[in-house]
């Protein structure tokens, strides 16, 4: 009975898939499909109601074994058929929005007001709407698939390209102003490129939107003009004010000419020697202006008399070319016949007499309508003349007016005669401050070369004193830059170890026959270096001038002292030549016996703390530094580390080659351990073939590392001795640190002295860290 059951469900869930594949295809485009599968089902409901009977009738074992199968059939069958029929009308809802979406942006891109249209990336029309159609006056078809310059003239073809390109690379919207030509003319147009971006954000096209400004552009053209018009009428009416105001000021002309020369008065009358020149320039160019003349100048005698100078001169613009008078080199000017301690007054060249002359072709010759010289008397002797000159008009002055020039004269003179005897006292003056500079000059020198040898005396190396060197030399000749040289050896190039300066020299070293201050044993001066002897050790560009002086101590030449005077301040007074080679010969000798001092001292010093042979320090030295570190690495808990090792099978080396060949390899294991470790390292020779190194703030892997890669380097060193080779040699080290090993020199020694044996012990050519200390 079971059986019949489940068939008779399977015929009920056949029946309703059926019913609803029939009902999606009436919804369906492709209708065929679905009415087979609702057929299918259909006759599977048949066959299930023709099982279920059967099995009522009589039952089938085999039968009955198909129910729960047919079920699950017809199950998976109906839930299909949903499941897809749903997918299918949301596919169907989903295309239908997009074709809606689609035709309303197309109808909106086809009834934009403005023109509009979408370039891909290869600058092809893809789309344009109506109002871009009816700007060109083309339809669609003629538009699409083509470019810019089918259809606008090349250079806006260019620049729509340009702008398009420029959008497309930077994916920002650009915009541009163009004039373009369409199918109804000329218009205005603000175009705006909008890059149109993928899902995978790379550029498809761009969208070119384009809005008409042409009224825009006229209103501005318009308010352009509008402007100017303005700007010329603001001008107009500036115009005729000031010709007013030049009617008034000619009606007026003797009543301010003399309150002019009134404030001229006042003014000379106090006015500091200072201020004179100013004050007269001032006067001219107001004489000239109120008197509206070409040229208003003080002709002044020289002292000898035979020239006539344009000491203070005003000219009007674009009036007068040349200020310079053509009378310059003579003491008689051509009025001067006319009459010479009195106001010489031509209104116009056709005034003059005939047996004026020279004074007629002077006139013609500078290009001189009218003038008038009013003489400037001093002490009953002319020194000159106040001249006014015009070029292009008459002076038809009253006697009144030019009686007004002659007191202008006069107070001229009187303001000259003022200014001359300050001169002369401030001249005085200047002497003696400058004798009184000169003093505090050598005082101050004098205190600054005290400074400077207390300060060589107290310093410990050469090399703490080069910077002291460099500092007081600048102060002492402020000329430009310079440099110190020093002599190492007798017969070798002296080498740059101080320079200052902004433009220091560059040579490094020179050779001593290069110098002729050198060759000579005395100071060498260049003043001009395009004409004067110059030294060889010079590189273009040379210096305008430049000091060598050598520095000699106890009669021999150890080195050189180099100044380099700037662009801006060469040597050309005397007594700056003077101070600068009497200051140059004092650093020297004081620089010279305070290096030859120095430089003995270093020598026994360096005697007494380092080996002779290797030129490493010493075990005294290495002791007393060990010592000091440790106590610097408690005090600032940091490490401190030793390496100890010697030579694998030096004996042999002795034996074969000599010991000559031995001591030629400790040579090269000390010139490779100054090259190899920091400044701050502390390579020494412990004593026969034992070396140590001291390495601060260095933890013990740091000291194993760099012992392998010293060891490693030392293992591709090649040794000659008289023509043969031998090697390579190897290395034995071991190592110690504060705190892990302990912290007294003692301890640390032995335990690094442990680790090299056990470094031997174990087949040589190893580093080793020394063990734990002993509790």
């Known amino acids: 009975m079971w059986a019949a059951i489940l068939f008779i469900l399977s015929l009920l869930v056949a029946l309703a898939g059926a019913y609803r594949a029939f009902s999606l295809s009436r919804s369906a485009e492709d209708k065929k499909p679905w009415l087979v599968t609702s057929g299918a089902l259909l006759l599977f409901a048949g066959l299930n109601g023709l099982l279920a009977y059967s099995t009522i009738e009589a039952y089938n074992p085999l039968e009955a074994a198909l129910g729960p199968l047919a079920l699950v059939i017809a199950l998976l069958a109906f839930a299909g058929i949903h499941l897809t029929g749903r997918y299918v009308q949301a596919l169907q809802q989903s295309e239908e929005q997009s074709r809606r979406s689609e035709t309303f942006f197309k109808s909106l891109f ?75 003319g000329r218009k205005w147009l603000q175009i705006t490129y909008i890059p149109v971006t993928n899902d995978d954000e790379t550029t498809s096209g761009v969208l070119v939107a384009s809005q008409d400004i042409t009224e825009k552009k006229q209103l501005e053209g318009e308010l352009e003009e509008r402007k100017l018009l303005l700007y010329a009428l603001v001008e107009e009416k500036q115009q005729l004010i000031e010709d007013n105001r030049q009617s008034i000021d000619e009606m007026n002309s003797q009543l301010r000419f003399e309150r002019l020369l009134a404030s001229f008065a006042a003014f000379f009358i106090d006015a500091d020697p200072a201020r004179i020149n100013q004050g007269l320039q001032h006067a001219l160019r107001s004489i000239g202006l109120h008197t509206a003349t070409d040229y208003c100048g003080l002709l002044l005698f020289s002292q000898d008399g035979t020239r006539l100078n344009a000491a203070y001169a ?129 005082t101050s020198e004098n205190v600054l070369l005290k400074e400077l040898g207390d300060l060589l005396q107290i310093c410990r190396t050469v090399d703490e004193a080069y910077p002291i060197i460099a500092r007081y030399a600048q102060q002492l000749v402020p000329v430009g830059s310079g440099a110190l040289y020093l002599m190492h050896e007798v017969d070798e190039p002296v080498e740059n170890v101080a320079a200052w300066g902004e433009s220091p020299p560059a040579e490094a070293e020179l050779a001593v026959n290069e110098c002729w201050a050198l060759r000579r044993g005395r100071l060498h001066l260049v003043s001009n270096s395009a004409k004067d002897l110059n030294c060889a050790h010079l590189k273009p560009p040379l210096p305008p001038s430049y000091l060598c002086t050598p520095l000699i101590a106890q009669g021999d030449t150890i080195g050189l002292l180099h100044l380099r005077f700037a662009k801006d301040n060469p040597p050309k007074h005397p007594d700056n030549l003077e101070d600068s080679q009497r200051l140059s010969v004092m650093i020297a000798e004081h620089i010279a016996l305070a ?35 440790i106590r610097r690495a408690v005090r600032h808990t940091i490490p401190v580390s030793v390496i100890l090792f010697d030579i694998d099978h030096l004996k042999s080396v002795n034996d074969s080659h000599g010991h000559d060949a031995g001591d030629a390899a400790l040579k090269a294991l000390g010139n490779l351990m100054m090259k190899t470790f920091r400044g701050e390292d502390v390579p020494c020779r412990f004593g026969g073939d034992e070396f140590t190194i001291i390495l601060p703030e260095a933890s013990v892997s740091d000291a194993f590392r760099r012992a392998e890669q010293f060891r490693e380097a030392f293992k591709k060193l090649d040794f000659e001795h008289e023509g043969k080779h031998f090697g390579p040699l190897t290395l034995s080290l071991g190592i110690s640190a504060y705190p892990d090993h302990g912290s007294s020199v003692e301890r640390l020694l032995q335990i690094a002295d442990a680790a090299a044996y056990a470094a031997k012990a174990q087949g040589r050519d190893r580093v080793m860290i020394g063990g734990a200390p002993e509790e």
């Not at 053509?326 to 010479?340: A, M």
């Not at 360096?606 to 570190?629: C, H, K, V």
């Open 314 to 442: 005003w000219a009007a613009a674009e009036t007068v070319t040349d200020q310079t008078p053509r009378w310059e080199d003579s003491s008689s000017p051509p009025w001067t016949s006319l009459g010479q301690m009195q106001v010489t007054h031509v209104a116009s060249l056709t005034q003059l007499p005939g047996e004026a002359r020279d004074l007629a072709d002077f006139m013609q010759a500078q290009g001189i309508m009218a003038f008038v010289a009013v003489p400037l008397i001093s002490e009953r002797s002319v020194i000159g003349y106040l001249w006014l000159e015009a070029r292009q008009k008459e002076l038809p002055w009253s006697n009144e007016f030019l009686e007004l020039l002659k007191t202008a004269g006069q107070i001229f003179v009187h303001a000259l005669d003022r200014k001359r005897k300050a001169g002369e006292l401030a001249e005085t003056q200047q002497a003696m401050q400058h004798r009184l500079a000169l003093l505090e000059q050598h």
């Open 595 to 629: 290096l030859s001092n120095l430089s003995l001292r270093d020598k026994l010093r360096s005697q007494a703390i380092r080996d002779p042979l290797t030129g490493l320090f010493n075990r005294r030295y290495m002791e007393e530094t060990l010592d000091r570190e």
């Open 110 to 184: 086809e009834h934009l007001p403005d023109p509009v249209v979408f370039k891909n990336r290869d600058e092809l029309y893809q789309a344009a709407n109506r109002a871009f159609q009816s700007f060109l006056g083309k339809e669609g078809a003629d538009i699409l698939g083509k470019k810019d310059a089918d259809f606008f003239p090349r250079p806006q073809a260019n620049a729509f390209l340009q702008t398009s390109e420029l959008a497309i690379q930077q994916a920002v919207p650009q915009v541009l102003e163009q004039e373009v030509l369409g199918s109804s």
